[in-house]
């Protein structure tokens, strides 16, 4: 495998099941995150980790639970999700965050979520 | 804090002709601005970046885009357009994050 990649592709799931979403980079990078994707809005940065510590959490809600065990692999647990979370789940890698310098991301294909 | 907007939201475009799509930022300070694209069911791959230097960038599959500090833009071009660039495209400026504008989807008519 190269690249970032990203586990399911597809996932539909009742409001009251619980799932969990991954992500593995295979370019040696240090930081991860997470972003959602809604038809016709901006990407939304949800959770940012940068060596392992969660660095950023974009006001995200509780039913969104990240995990980044390793700088190599991350998690994103759901569980009562509702409808309008109903989206595109990309997941990207970078050498490291830093606070002002250039920070090129690598992205993976992205989980399409659907909540019934 | 930064943002980005990109004026057209849907382009269509004959192959075979040529291709602009606008991006606007605003950042206080020298920006490093990325153009991605995300073709149907993929993630976003990186067509080309600036951080600083020339301001005519090449990127990959044709593409170029230049910085212009005056006008606070960085414009995506390719001369002559193929039917597998259609696909949607986003600009984004790097302070300690990224900021995506909304994307410009085109349409490649043969």
């Known amino acids: 495998e190269t690249g970032v990649t990203q586990t399911p592709r597809h996932l539909v799931m009742g409001m009251t099941n619980k799932k969990s979403l991954k992500c593995e980079q295979h370019l040696g990078h240090n930081a991860m995150y997470w972003y959602k994707q809604s038809a016709k809005k901006p990407l939304e940065l949800m959770f940012v980790y940068n060596f392992k510590e969660q660095t950023e959490n974009n006001s995200v809600p509780s039913r969104f639970s990240p995990e980044c065990p390793n700088s190599s692999h991350l998690f994103l647990h759901l569980h009562t999700l509702q409808p309008e979370d109903s989206a595109l789940y990309l997941c990207?890698?970078?050498?490291?965050?830093?606070?002002?310098?250039?920070?090129?991301?690598?992205f993976g294909p992205g989980t399409r979520l659907t909540v019934l | 804090a930064q943002s980005v907007t990109q004026p057209d939201i849907h382009i269509t475009v004959s192959e075979g002709a040529s291709l602009e799509l606008r991006c606007n930022y605003s950042y206080g300070a020298t920006p490093y601005l990325f153009w991605y694209v995300q073709s149907p069911g993929q993630g976003l791959q990186l067509l080309l970046k600036?951080?600083?230097?020339?301001?005519l960038v090449q990127g990959i599959k044709g593409f170029e885009a230049e910085f212009k500090r005056s006008q606070s833009s960085f414009n995506l071009r390719k001369p002559s357009v193929h039917w597998s660039d259609a696909a949607e495209y986003f600009c984004a400026v790097n302070d300690y994050k990224l900021s995506f504008g909304a994307g410009t989807t085109v349409t490649v008519r043969a």
């Open positions: 990207a890698s970078s050498q490291e965050t830093s606070g002002s310098s250039y920070n090129e991301q690598f």
């Open positions: 600036y951080f600083s230097g020339d301001t």
